[in-house]
């Protein structure tokens, strides 16, 4: 009885022996085709969202240069104070000027004032034509 025994598992090992071998050989290829399932089911999906994203960079991009260019007008505008400051100065400087000439222009001559305005005037006159036209 043990030539029948040992034959019955040497049989055994044998079975599962080859079992295991065919789980081996066959495992890679279910794993591959599972694999390739998913890639399948998944890609154009993933597709679709690499294009989203590539659009939503391209209008970011666009949304960047538009802030960096206001920034550099708004610098360029705060730069330009000091000529706008320079040219405030130089305005009230030449008022003042007119204004003087017209003082020393009145002193000569007699007021007139018409309705388009005063031609000059003496300095008595000068104060009523200037609230007149102001």
Not at 47 to 62: F, I, P, V
Not at 64 to 86: H, L, P, Q
């Amino acid at each position: 009885m043990e030539e029948t025994e040992m034959q019955l598992k040497v049989k055994k090992v044998t079975d599962k022996f080859t079992e295991s071998m065919y789980i081996l050989a066959n495992e890679p290829s279910v794993a591959l085709y599972r694999l390739q399932e998913h890639v399948r089911r998944s890609l154009p999906e993933l597709a679709q969202h690499k294009a989203d994203m590539q659009s939503w960079e391209e209008q970011s991009q666009g949304a960047i240069y538009t802030v960096e260019y206001a920034c550099s007008a708004i610098k360029n505008m705060m730069d330009s104070s000091v000529y706008f400051e320079s040219i405030d100065r130089l305005l009230k400087h030449a008022i003042a000027v007119k204004d003087q000439l017209n003082s020393t222009q009145g002193h000569r001559n007699d007021c007139s004032v018409t309705a388009e305005g005063f031609t000059g005037c003496n300095s008595a006159n000068y104060r009523q034509a200037k609230q007149l036209h102001s």
